[in-house]
């Protein structure tokens, strides 16, 4: 297999560069007959840092052949590194590893409240035995999700169980996103000291100094909160809809506030179809990120919180390929020129 050279104008800085796969890690250092796989505007690989390949609902059984058509769906549209926050069952042993579908972590079921999520979804538990349950599946998989909150009137998880659960997966050396939906539960999610905030409609915008502070994340997931805002305006008025409009209509400034204060932005498409990354990145810029710090989202700050490097010598080879510079058009995602993952082409060259 010849190895491939991309080289162009590389983000973040959009500086000059020209790289060889050197099997999965770049190298600056030439080698003879080497393959020019595409030249242009160069990306880190794209991240979905929220997203659930698998399953139609987290209440079905994962489907191993929609599991691969899910993370093609991502790869086909430059996504090379996935974190899935929940999944609806233990995945099959080449989740991440399959050198032609995206890198992949995971944290396994959802974890939740008697009586809260999806009915037959997750695992559910007392308050008091969350802690134990994340911080096992923290071992397994490094990451571990709790749901928070959920609908209105349901009470969150109590701040005290929250920071045992922090302390006891930290302790395995894994990592904590919590659900939130809920002032009380983000609220609960920050003072704990959560590694990622998943959703936060309603978190309060003082917070967000706290956030960048501690180094934790937030994943908004936009699309999918105006998806759902659209729905429910269609439906009955009553205490569910006026939460979630209440919430949605508010969510802009705290993504704006949040990255002003420094806080770590992720990308994250939450619901399907899958391989809409780029819709959220240009939500994100809609809700006031300069459109650099809607792309770092969904790439190079991304692929820093889940621990790859971006387009320098000795990072793992992912890029993405465009024919112009999408921070002055982000419509330029939709069509990436070339997806390279582990040193490979894995899309036509445009």
Known sequence: MPVL?????ALPDGEPVDLYADGDRWTDDPVPGAELAAEG??????????????????????????LRADLTAHLAAGVTMIRSPGLAGDPPAWFGQDEGLPRAVHAGPWLAQHGQFFDGGGRKAS?????????EQAARTGWAKIIGDWGPGDEPVPAEVLTAAVAAVHAVGGRLAVHTNHAAGGAAAVAAGVDSVEHGMWLDQDL???????????TPTLTVINGNLAMLQQGQDGPRKDWWAGGAAR?????????????TILAGTDSRPHGKVAD?????????????QALAAGSWTARSFLGLGGLV?????????????PRADLGVLDS??????RGRLASPRR
């Open 280 to 292: 959220e990145i240009r939500a994100l810029a809609a809700a006031g990120l300069s459109p650099h």
């Open 336 to 341: 990436p020129r070339a997806v390279i993952l």
């Open 313 to 325: 010598p000795g990072a793992p080879a992912d890029a993405v390929v465009y024919h112009a510079d």
């Open 41 to 66: 505007w160069l990306l880190p690989g794209l991240v979905d840092a929220h997203t659930h390949p698998g399953s139609e609902l987290p209440s079905d059984p994962l489907d191993e052949d929609m």
């Open 5 to 9: 050279r991309i080289r162009g104008y």
């Open 127 to 135: 308050p008091q035995d969350l802690p134990a349950l994340a911080a």
């Open 251 to 263: 969510h802009p400034a705290l993504i704006a506030a949040a990255a002003e204060a420094g806080v």
């Open 208 to 218: 967000v100094a706290r956030m960048a502070e501690t180094g934790m994340a937030l």
